[in-house]
């Protein structure tokens, strides 16, 4: 569970289902949990690397708590970033790969991706241990790990602390790659940030919180998109500047904490999906227009996106946003809506975007449904053209006859 500022029996700070929030997930391993977040892929949870340090990274299991019910979903597979660096809390994400589909009623997240996240309010959600900011985490509670939730702003590039501490702070986060805030109270003592680099904000009220142990990697929302990934907390001091409550990294007032930042790390971990779509089309004719349906979990409709221009430099990015709207088929009943911006990478020339199609029994004529892309940033559709559409079929595979 997050710390908050009120007790974690405090309903404001339960993260409940059915609210937004049923994609953020409990991840256990090695007989330690975790948080972690699903991805709009539906078949990938970002964490944080740190779970798996010293643990098998095989036999992982994901816990889904949704408003259609609650599911375990073993993993496939973990893929941990390969520049890892645990000393220097870099890198600090891994992907847990689902053996199957998640559950349907499950949230999907895209990536938030502008770079603007300092000054902005974050929404964290984990499962770590209960505390407050006044005492600190419940070491008493034995209860199961709850979804909880709690407010926060980003307030500066974590590699900033370092230029004001110096080798008195232990680690060194690389530059651009960490957001950290501090948990305030609403008083200038405990208002770590404020001391130690001059950035004044002494809370949310009753609304802030940070992290605890568990909540590591657990999502930091910034309009509904996963900005940050939680990584750890620390209490610091300076000479006689001491903010924290206690002088203890356990939760309370005065501490910080540390998320890996989505804009930074997003091309691991979109080419990372990527790379692991199964069957992906890689040229024009391989795509399938028309994709059965199965009768059960989810199954992936393909969409090929190639670019035929030229690049201005080798090293620009180019993007197109893109959203799935109903035809005759249904969102929610038949394929998972889903609309985000599509990057292409410099070396990159074409990617698919996914979309997953339903499964069910249920004897039904075929539906069609469509993806419409727009807004390209560093090419063009074309004199004229502002969107393009394209149709997929989902084709019924349970039999009946209909006219």
């Known amino acids: 569970m997050v710390s908050t500022v009120t007790s974690y029996t405090d309903s404001r700070n339960r993260a409940w289902v059915g609210t937004g929030l049923d994609g953020v997930v409990r991840i256990s391993a090695g007989g330690y949990y975790g948080t972690g977040v699903l991805l709009y892929d539906g078949r990938a949870v970002l964490t944080a690397a740190h779970l798996f340090s010293g643990v098998s990274t095989a036999g992982a299991t994901v816990h889904f708590e949704t408003a259609a019910g609650n599911v375990d979903v073993s993993s496939s597979r973990v893929q941990v970033d390969p520049a890892y660096d645990a000393a220097g809390g870099n890198n600090d994400l891994a992907v847990v790969w689902l053996s199957s589909s998640a559950p349907v009623a499950a949230d999907r997240y895209q990536l938030y991706r502008n770079s603007d996240e300092i000054g902005q309010t974050m929404t964290l959600v984990g499962y770590g241990k209960p505390g407050t900011g006044a005492a600190g985490t419940l070491t008493s509670y034995t209860g199961d790990p709850i979804r909880q939730k709690a407010s926060n702003v980003f307030d500066a590039d974590m590699a900033t602390l370092k230029q004001v501490f110096g080798s008195s702070m232990g680690w060194s986060p690389l530059p651009g790659s960490q957001l950290v805030a501090d948990f305030d109270d609403g008083t200038v003592a405990h208002d770590a940030l404020g001391q130690f680099l001059g950035l004044h904000q002494t809370g949310l009220g009753l609304n802030e919180g ?26 610091l001091s300076l000479g006689a500047v001491k903010p924290d409550a206690d002088g203890l990294a356990n939760g309370t007032y005065g501490e910080i904490a540390a998320w890996q930042r989505m804009s930074y790390f997003q091309q691991w971990i979109d080419q990372s999906l990527r790379q692991a779509y199964p069957n992906a089309p890689t040229k024009p004719e391989e795509v399938l227009k028309k994709v059965p349906e199965g009768n059960s979990g989810t199954t992936y409709a393909y969409f090929l996106l190639q670019f035929t221009g030229m690049r201005s430099s080798d090293n620009q990015v180019l993007s197109v946003d893109y959203a799935t709207r109903d035809g005759t088929a249904t969102q929610g009943q038949d394929y998972v809506a889903t609309s985000g911006t599509l990057k292409l990478y410099p070396g990159e020339v074409q990617a698919v975007i996914s979309v997953e199609i339903i499964g069910d029994s249920t004897p039904e004529p075929d539906e069609v449904f469509y993806l419409d892309v727009t807004h390209p940033v560093g090419g063009s559709f074309g004199p004229g053209v502002v969107t393009l559409t394209a149709m997929r079929t989902i084709v019924n595979d349970d039999g009946g006859i209909f006219g």
């Open 210 to 235: 940070s992290i605890t142990q568990g909540d590591s990697g657990g999502p930091a929302f910034i309009q509904g998109q996963v900005a940050g990934i939680a990584s750890y907390n620390a209490s």
